[in-house]
């Protein structure tokens, strides 16, 4: 019996430990891969302007799609319709570095990059739009594990929060920082989402009013009502409607009613 | 000196410091039984051992049919089966399966050797179940095949007839002789049953304390070269010893006449006690039994 | 030498050794499968539970994410680094929808892989020494040892012919592994997975972890990266069980010793990791398939070729100590 399989062991195992030792090198030269690339390209991306312009006021807008504009008109987001709004005969330069889904350990390593420090130390005004992308990721946690999920979000939150402010602060003490507050386009559908969210904004409000020239810019309020015409087709960012109320509310906190 | 199968000169063994083998040396020539008789603990075993190349002599060396075991050990393990200690089999597989798997190790060793080997030794029948399930005896028949399958030069058997019925020591001791006769192999059989030997054995080591303390052909070593008289009147006998021939001669309990001679004068002094007139009931030579010489030479009661 | 590793093969097949690791095999996979099955059943209750509606619509939630990476693709100012990694899971986000695969739901590979790795620094390594733990020791235990040396072979090929027969079956038992994980596992979920991609080619610099080189490979080409990781280490082990068997003389002791060594391994590294000697301790190094993805470093200065390297040199250095004391060892059983 033993003398008939004997044949076939040995050469599956022989075919075998070959396809073994060719995935073995292919594991050991995918995982160094990393390294050479590295050393390779540590060029900065081409698509970002090298100098940020010397425009008498420049605004940095940093953050999520909401930073970047999702949902409002090509080319305008809130930076834009602020510089509309504040109507000052100075040239206003607006930067977005937004991105798209970004969260809060995104900007965190998007400030310490060092292709962006210009921007930061050039900004007199940065506006952040962080957060939001952060908090649906734990969307889809069950309810036991919601608040403890919750928690812990929103603690690398903070951690990441702090260090952007710190980087910001480090590179340009004196630009004025405004926090874009989350609104909440579940709001009807469940009460747990939107207490999690009032307690995220809150705290949020804390950290900035524990910054020197940092501001926290309420948008929940605002938006509650008026999420029909707030909020853009995908009923989950705003609408140009809505990024033009985000605009004037900013504009509300930082300058005051005329 | 070709016919020198096996040639052991002055091998010693430590263990731990102790010395258990001291330089021991003998020779087995083709065709020759020897016997290695000795006490519980003598360094039987241990010497078979560095034999079949399983410990390496502290000192000494060893060759087979003129292969040294520790410079030529494949070409001198060629020549050698054995059982050292038991017989130790597989006792997963059968035992067929054991003469087969290890009969593969050694170079032409074919089926027909092996059903003869199983044949020799009286096992066809039972040869396919597993070893498990063997008696002692069996297995040791297993072992005697296993030792045979690639037609060795040299037999080295430890203690095979443990476990062995009389009709299976007797079978066993018919096999060893007939190959000795037939094929012209040579044994080398230790043992501490002395009747065995005498037996089966032409030559016999006595070893004692790892070390040789009598070689020599059974005959030889227990002749003692003294004759015995059984007559009506030994008194008489005694005093025609010492007047016509000169002898010392002395009485057993028996009252009989027992005087070292020479052979050839024996037909005479016979004649002269006849013609003195006395009754000559027996005449015979006096033997050491095996027994004796044993005990004499390895006396000791303890184990060391 | 052919005839020796043949002979090898056979006598671990006939000790029913493979059997014995089939059946426990058998056993664990089928409760960790029924296990796995049992907890997503759960979630997706819960899920569903949770948003009221009835139905729980991993769908809309992953074309929500989607469109918000390929957002995120399309902006300017996008980092270099983030790109990669975005496009990958683009690229995993687009096969789960238009599969219409629940990107958490459990597949026959998916839970293969899991298998491994979970049992690559415990239960595969107790597999091998289950397997070659005796392979000296038991022929000396049981006195078979002088048969085998007393024949015209030199000691050192019959080493050689027990290790190359260990590796054989070593080998076929790591495929033995993957086809009944697969097998069993297929039962429970019905779901094969083969062509699910996967990320892979994370690798740490500087303690930061690097994703430029992150590639997207099927989950069977994944599994055969995580099975030869697996094989490798199971051959280490084979050679380190190989020396102990050589050294102990006792089975029962051989399996001892490595159950204390990779039992006490796994504290050592637990309590000692700022220690970094332990790094160069055998079985801190058996994770190697946690390398694969990333975000793997047990101890400082650790890494897949480092754990490579290191188990290499253990089982290189087992099996020459081995062969030189099986080679001079006295029988003196
Ligand atoms: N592994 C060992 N370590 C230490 N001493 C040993 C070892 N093996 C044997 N000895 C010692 O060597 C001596 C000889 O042992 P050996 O087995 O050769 O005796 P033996 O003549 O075969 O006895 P027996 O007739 O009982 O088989 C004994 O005193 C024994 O204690
Ligand atoms: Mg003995």
């Known amino acids: 019996m033993i003398k008939k399989i004997w044949p076939l062991i040995l050469l599956l195992s022989s075919a075998l430990i070959l396809v073994f030792v060719t995935g073995l090198i292919t594991a050991i030269a995918i995982t160094n891969g990393g390294e050479k690339s590295q050393e390779e390209i540590p060029a900065p991306p081409e698509n970002i302007q090298t100098e940020p312009s010397s425009a008498a006021k420049n605004i940095l807008v940093l953050g999520d799609s909401i930073g970047y504009g999702v949902g409002d008109e090509p080319d305008m987001g809130i930076g834009k319709r602020y510089a509309a709004l504040i109507d000052s005969e100075e040239t206003i330069e607006v930067t977005n570095l937004s991105v798209s889904g970004a969260t809060s350990a995104d900007l965190a390593a998007l400030v310490e990059a060092p292709e962006n420090e210009a921007f930061i130390a050039a900004a007199d005004l940065i506006i952040i739009s962080i957060g939001g992308n952060d908090l649906t990721g734990i969307q889809s946690e069950d309810v036991l594990s919601l608040d403890m999920a919750f928690q812990e979000t929103f603690n690398t939150y903070q951690k990441n929060l702090d260090a952007t402010l710190n980087r910001i602060r480090n590179l340009n003490p004196e630009a004025q920082i405004a926090l874009i507050g989350l609104n909440n386009p579940y709001s009807e559908l469940d009460v747990q989402n ?47 409607i809505g990024y033009q109320v985000i605009a004037e509310e900013l504009d509300r906190v930082l300058n005051g009613i005329d | ?156 058997l ?18 060893v002789k007939s190959l000795a006769k037939d094929t012209g192999i040579s044994v080398l059989i230790s043992s501490h049953l002395i009747s065995e030997v005498q037996l089966m054995c032409d030559r016999v080591c006595i070893i004692n304390n790892g070390m040789i303390v009598q070689d020599g052909t059974v005959t030889d070593m227990l002749s003692t070269g003294e004759i015995v008289w059984v007559l009506n009147d030994p008194i008489k ?36 006690f006849i013609t003195a007139g006395l009754e000559l009931h027996t005449v015979y030579a006096k033997n050491k039994t095996l027994e004796d010489l044993f005990l004499s030479v390895t006396n000791q009661r303890t184990i060391q | 030498m052919l005839i020796l590793i043949r002979n090898e093969v056979t006598k671990l097949l006939l000790k029913k050794k493979l059997i014995l690791i089939i059946g426990l095999l058998i056993i664990f996979i089928t409760l960790l499968s029924y296990g796995q099955q049992y907890t997503y059943e759960k979630n997706i209750d819960r899920f569903e539970n949770f948003s009221g509606a009835g139905t729980y619509d991993w769908k809309s939630l992953a074309t929500q994410r989607l469109n918000d990476l390929e957002n995120r693709l399309d902006s300017p100012y996008i980092p270099d680094s983030g790109i990669a990694s975005t496009e990958i899971e683009i690229r995993q986000l687009r096969y789960f929808i238009e599969n219409d695969i629940n990107p958490i739901t459990p597949s026959a590979v998916k839970f293969s892989v899991d298998f491994v790795e979970q049992g690559i620094s415990l239960l595969i390594p107790l597999i091998i020494v289950i397997l070659a733990a005796d392979l000296v020791s038991g022929e000396f235990s049981t006195g078979t040892i002088k048969v085998l040396l007393t024949r015209a072979v030199p000691r050192w090929k019959i080493l050689l012919s027990k290790l190359i027969a260990l590796i054989l079956m070593t080998t076929l038992v790591v495929l033995i592994i993957g086809i009944l994980s697969v097998l069993i596992s297929y039962l429970f979920f019905r779901q094969w997975g083969f062509n699910e991609p996967v990320a892979t080619g994370f690798s740490l610099i500087d303690g930061q972890l690097n994703a430029d080189s992150v590639i997207l490979v099927t989950r069977f080409q994944y599994s055969l990266l995580i099975y030869s990781l697996t094989w490798y280490v199971s051959i280490v082990i084979a050679a380190i069980t190989l020396l102990i068997s050589i050294l102990v003389e006792n089975t029962a002791t051989a399996i001892g010793v490595l159950m204390a060594a990779l039992i006490g391994g796994q504290f050592l590294q637990f309590f000692l990791s700022d220690w970094a000697i332990v790094k160069f301790f055998f079985v801190t190094n058996l994770d190697l398939t946690r390398y694969l993805t990333g975000s793997y470093q047990p101890i400082g200065g650790m890494s897949l070729n480092f754990s490579i390297i290191t188990l290499g040199l253990w089982g290189l250095l087992s099996l020459m100590i081995g062969f030189m004391v099986f080679n001079r060892k006295d029988v003196l059983v």
């Not at chain 1, 949020?204 to 009013?209: D, N, R, W």
């Not at chain 2, 000196?1 to 096996?6: F, Q």
């Not at chain 2, 494949?74 to 597989?93: F, N, S, T």
């Not at chain 2, 430890?158 to 096999?175: A, C, M, S, V």
Request: contains cysteine; hydrophobic residues 40%; aromatic residues 6%.
């Open chain 1, 194 to 240: 939107s207490q999690n969210l009032l307690e995220w904004n809150y705290k949020t409000g804390l950290i900035a009013a524990a910054g020197l020239k940092t501001a926290y810019i309420p948008t929940y309020d605002q938006f509650k009502d008026h999420l029909e015409t707030y909020l853009a087709a995908d009923q989950f960012h705003p609408s140009s």
């Open chain 2, 1 to 156: 000196m070709d016919t020198l199968v096996l040639n052991v000169s002055h091998i010693s063994k430590s263990i731990k410091k102790k010395e258990i083998i001291k330089d021991i040396s003998f020779q087995l020539r083709k065709g020759e039984v020897l016997g290695f008789l000795g006490p519980n603990g003598a360094g039987k075993s241990t010497t078979l051992r560095m034999l079949v190349g399983l410990s390496r002599p502290s000192a000494g060396t060893i060759s087979i049919c003129g292969h040294s075991i520790r410079d030529d050990y494949v070409k001198a393990m060629a020549h050698v089966g054995c059982i050292i200690e038991g017989p130790d089999l597989y006792d997963y597989m059968s035992g067929y399966k054991n003469l087969e798997l290890l009969g593969s190790m050694s170079k032409h060793v074919t089926q027909a050797a092996i059903d003869q080997a199983v044949t020799l030794v009286g096992m066809e029948n039972r040869i396919h179940d597993k070893v498990r399930i063997y008696s002692m005896g069996m297995k040791q028949r297993i072992g005697l095949a296993q030792a045979l399958i690639h037609k060795p030069d040299l037999l080295i």
């Open chain 2, 158 to 175: 430890d203690e095979p007839t443990n476990g062995l019925d009389p009709q299976g020591i007797h079978e066993f001791r018919e096999i």
């Open chain 2, 237 to 272: 006998g005694q005093k025609i010893l010492s007047e016509n021939f000169n002898l010392a001669s002395l009485l057993n309990e028996h009252n009989e006449l027992i005087a070292a001679i020479d052979l050839k004068v024996l037909p005479q002094i016979n004649a002269t």
